[in-house]
């Protein structure tokens, strides 16, 4: 069994930052991808970030040139940093990992359990 565990959230104010941080724990041989999604309140779950292993990322147009991800592989860990953030960065952060194997093959798609990053004066 995979397990994800996020940290770092919390209450900021507008243009401050936050690094969000997502290990991957159990028996785990590789991930292909790692990423954040957000979901605000009545709000569809999004994609705010990915990187596969190979160093390809996708950020959504919202975040891009404010959030930085970024993966270490030897710690199936992927981290985070958002800088000048906004009121509408509001939302709980999800981390994901996609194509995990194990020393037994496919095990399927992970999510953590979510962590609030709320942006406020």
């Known amino acids: 069994q995979v397990q994800l565990v996020e940290s770092g959230g919390g209450l900021v104010q507008p243009g401050g930052s936050l690094r969000l941080s997502c290990a991957a724990s159990?028996?785990?041989?590789?991930?292909?991808?790692m990423g954040w999604y957000r979901q605000a309140p009545g709000k569809r779950r999004e994609l705010v970030a990915a990187?596969?292993?190979?160093?390809?990322?996708n950020y959504a147009d919202s975040v891009k040139g404010r959030f930085t991800i970024s993966r270490d592989n030897a710690k199936h860990t992927v981290y985070l940093q958002m800088n000048n953030l906004k009121p509408e960065d509001t939302a709980v952060y999800y981390c994901?990992?996609?194509?995990?194997?194990?020393?037994?093959?496919?095990?399927?798609?992970?999510w953590g359990q979510g962590t609030q990053v709320t942006v406020s004066s």
């Open positions: 994901n990992a996609a194509g995990v194997y194990s020393s037994s093959g496919y095990t399927g798609i992970y």
């Open positions: 159990g028996t785990i041989f590789s991930i292909n991808t």
């Open positions: 990187i596969i292993s190979g160093g390809n990322i």
